[in-house]
């Protein structure tokens, strides 16, 4: 019998997948649908949680914003 670890590596691999694809009738998979669709093999914090650690991270600010790194002499 396999290893629960990979079966957890799997499931959060499959659920990252479906992050941000459209279900079959049109709409964004929610992270409930998801934790339903894994025969509740994880919950929706799990799914909440494996989407947040794989979005990729924000842009930088715009220049002259305030909100970055930006030297006096730019």
């Known amino acids: 019998m396999p290893e ?3 079966m957890a590596a799997w499931v ?3 659920a ?3 992050q941000g694809k459209t279900a079959p009738d049109g709409h964004r998979y929610t992270e409930d649908e998801v934790a339903t669709l894994s025969g509740k093999l994880i ?3 799990s799914v909440g949680k494996y989407w947040r650690e794989a979005a990729p991270p924000p842009p930088p600010p715009p220049p002259g914003t305030g909100q970055g790194l ?5």
């Open 4 to 6: 629960p670890w990979g």
């Open 12 to 14: 959060k691999a499959w």
């Open 16 to 18: 990252q997948g479906l």
């Open 43 to 45: 919950t929706q914090e």
């Open 70 to 74: 930006e030297l006096p002499f730019d």
